[in-house]
């Protein structure tokens, strides 16, 4: 059984929004930053959002203001709502999961999800 499931890609215009979910099987133990990479074709995979346990969130600087990472603990989910949408946010999402409170390193995560891929058109 996956340990991380993503779900929520799909194809969309320019300007319009997702919602990504990613759900963490409870086998899991020592997790207190999630996170939200991204991995274009030809590109390497980059980190677009970052949630520590305690609430602190960080982003990438192409999708601050309009991407928003937030948890529902009771659910055990991390979610990615993505708003006004632009092509070059064209990507497979991977959400991660690490026992470093402020990974940032491809590395520092020892769990992945298996990618949802989002794909917006001009």
């Known amino acids: 059984q996956a340990q991380l499931v993503e779900s929520g890609g799909g194809l969309v215009q320019a300007g319009e929004s997702l919602r990504l979910s990613c759900t963490a099987s409870?086998?899991?133990?020592?997790?207190?930053?999630m996170a939200w990479y991204r991995q274009a074709p030809g590109k390497q995979r980059e980190l677009v959002a970052r949630i520590q346990s305690g609430g602190p969130t960080n982003y990438a600087d192409s999708v601050k203001g309009r991407f928003t990472i937030s948890k529902d603990n009771a659910k055990n989910t991390v979610y990615l709502q993505m708003n006004s949408l632009k092509p070059e946010d064209t990507a497979v999402y991977y959400c991660?999961?690490?026992?470093?409170?402020?990974?940032?390193?491809?590395?520092?995560?020892?769990?992945w999800g298996q990618g949802t891929q989002v794909t917006v058109s001009s």
């Open positions: 991660a999961a690490s026992r470093i409170a402020i990974a940032t390193m491809i590395h520092e995560y020892d769990y």
């Open positions: 409870r086998a899991i133990f020592g997790i207190v930053s």
